[in-house]
């Protein structure tokens, strides 16, 4: 049974079977088990939103690193079910020089996206 790419089905499918077991060649009894097995499928990426685009600062008065704040994004999917990583995070201090921050979104069904963006953090270094 295939249940992957049916263009009528949509991106999150719950799937119900219901499975019969006979047991009649068991000694003990001669019944029947019904085995209930639900099965989802998932083809849907999360999303993420509120990337912020790339952000130029200058070094904080005397110091050769930055403290820069940004609206952190948000994931959301189409499970209910997401989980938002990031390499980096707002408040944090940066060196001189380029950063790229990433964020990941992963869903339950290990579906995931990266998003990215640049912090430049210019200044001048002094040498005593």
């Known amino acids: 049974m295939t249940l992957g790419g049916h263009p009528e089905w949509p991106s999150f499918v719950s799937v119900v079977l219901l499975l019969k077991i006979n047991s009649k060649n068991n000694h003990f009894s001669n019944s029947s088990t019904y085995l209930l097995v639900k099965l989802y499928l998932d083809?849907?990426?999360p999303d993420i939103t509120g990337i912020p685009a790339n952000i130029t600062q200058d070094t904080d008065p005397g110091l050769p690193t930055a403290v820069v704040n940004w609206t952190e994004?948000?994931?959301s999917d189409n499970s209910g079910s997401v989980t938002l990583t990031s390499s980096h995070v707002s408040g944090e201090t940066f060196p001189i020089?380029?950063?790229i921050v990433t964020y990941t979104a992963v869903d339950y069904a290990s579906n995931m996206i990266t998003e990215s963006f640049a912090?430049?953090?210019e200044g001048t270094i002094?040498?005593?």
């Open 43 to 45: 083809n849907e990426y």
């Open 73 to 75: 994004p948000t994931a």
């Open 97 to 99: 020089g380029v950063t």
């Open 119 to 121: 912090l430049l953090i």
């Open 126 to 128: 002094m040498l005593l």
